[in-house]
C-alpha cells in the first residue's frame, strides 16, 4: 500500500518517468500544419504568386499586398513558420519544464498577433484571407495542447504553479500586442492625419492603385501621402518591381499608370486629394464634419 501510495503522489507531481521523453504528438501534428500553410504563404508573398482558392483580386491578394504581410521587411507568414517550428521541435523533443514554458510563450504569441492580425483584417481591410484564418484556428488548437500538457509535464507545476504559467502565458500576450501596435499602429512619421486617415480610408474600401515602379506620375502620386504611401493600397504592375503583381493589373486591363480602381469608377493618371477623397467618400481636407 505504501508503495503504490508514493508512486501515485509521484504521478500527480509530474515525476513519472514515461512522461519524461513522451512527444507530444498532437501538437507536433498541428505544428507540422501550421509550417505547411506558413511556408505556403510565405511563397506567395516573396514570388506574388496567386494564392489557390483565391480568384482575381480576391481577400487572399488584398491581404498579402498590404502593410501587414510584412513585419520589419520580413513576410509576416515567415515569422509564425517560424514559431510553429519552435514549438514542434519542443514538441517532438519530449516537454521539460523548461521546454514547456518556452512552448506556452511561443504558442501565446502567435496566438495574440494572429488575432490582432484577424481583427485587422476584417475590420481594416475588410477582407478575409482563408490560408490566415485556417493558420489561426491552428495556433489556437496548438496553445490548448500546450496547457494540456501542464499537469503532466515532470517537476512543472513545482516550477511553473497555475498562476506563474498564466503570467508567463499573458505576459507575453500582452508585449506581443505592444509589439504589433508600435509596427502597425502608429502613424508615419511625416504625414498629416489627414494623409493617414485616407490612405487608411482608401485601404479599407478595397480600392487600388495599379502603377509602376519607374513612373515617374506614380512616385508624384505617392509623394502627396508623404510617408502614408506605405499605406496605400498599390499594386506594382511591373514584373521587374518589388512585389509586383503583373496578373492583377492584367484583370483589371491597366493600360498607364497610375490607374485608381475606386468601387466602379476608373481615374487615369496623378489625382489630387481632394479628388481622391470625393471618388471614395470620404470628406474632402478642410471639410466641416
Known amino acids: 500500500m505504501t508503495g503504490r501510495a508514493e508512486r501515485r503522489r509521484e504521478t500527480r507531481a509530474g515525476r513519472a518517468a514515461p512522461s519524461r521523453t513522451t512527444p507530444a504528438w498532437t501538437t507536433v501534428a498541428l505544428a507540422a500544419a501550421g509550417v505547411l500553410v506558413s511556408a505556403y504563404l510565405t511563397w506567395t508573398n516573396m514570388t506574388g504568386a496567386q494564392a489557390l482558392l483565391c480568384s482575381g483580386a480576391g481577400a487572399c491578394d488584398i491581404v498579402q499586398a498590404s502593410r501587414y504581410s510584412t513585419v520589419f521587411g520580413v513576410p509576416t507568414a515567415l515569422w509564425g513558420l517560424a514559431l510553429y517550428v519552435v514549438v514542434g521541435v519542443l514538441a517532438g523533443r519530449g516537454y521539460t519544464a523548461q521546454r514547456w514554458l518556452v512552448a506556452l510563450a511561443a504558442a501565446s504569441a ?70 504589433a501596435l508600435g509596427v502597425f499602429a502608429v502613424s508615419p512619421a511625416g504625414a498629416t492625419p489627414y494623409q493617414v486617415a485616407l490612405a487608411r480610408h482608401l485601404s479599407s474600401i478595397r480600392a487600388v492603385m495599379y502603377g509602376a515602379y519607374w513612373c515617374p506620375h506614380c512616385q508624384e502620386q505617392k509623394e502627396m501621402f508623404s510617408e502614408a504611401a506605405t499605406m496605400l493600397p498599390y499594386v506594382e504592375c511591373d514584373p521587374r518591381g518589388s512585389g509586383a503583381r503583373p496578373d492583377l493589373c492584367a484583370q483589371a486591363s491597366v493600360e498607364s499608370f497610375p490607374t485608381w480602381v475606386i468601387g466602379d469608377q476608373r481615374l487615369v493618371g496623378t489625382q489630387s486629394l481632394d479628388t481622391l477623397a470625393r471618388a471614395s467618400g470620404f470628406p474632402p481636407e478642410g471639410a466641416k464634419p
Open 110 to 179: 502567435a496566438v495574440t498577433f494572429s488575432a490582432y492580425l484577424t481583427v485587422i483584417s476584417l475590420s481594416v481591410l475588410r477582407a478575409a484571407c482563408a490560408y490566415c484564418l485556417a493558420s489561426a484556428v491552428i495556433e489556437v488548437l496548438i496553445l490548448a495542447d500546450v496547457i494540456r500538457w501542464w499537469r503532466t509535464v515532470p517537476g512543472l507545476r513545482a516550477l511553473a504553479p497555475l498562476p506563474r504559467a498564466a503570467m508567463v502565458g499573458g505576459g507575453t500576450a500582452a508585449l506581443t500586442l505592444l509589439l
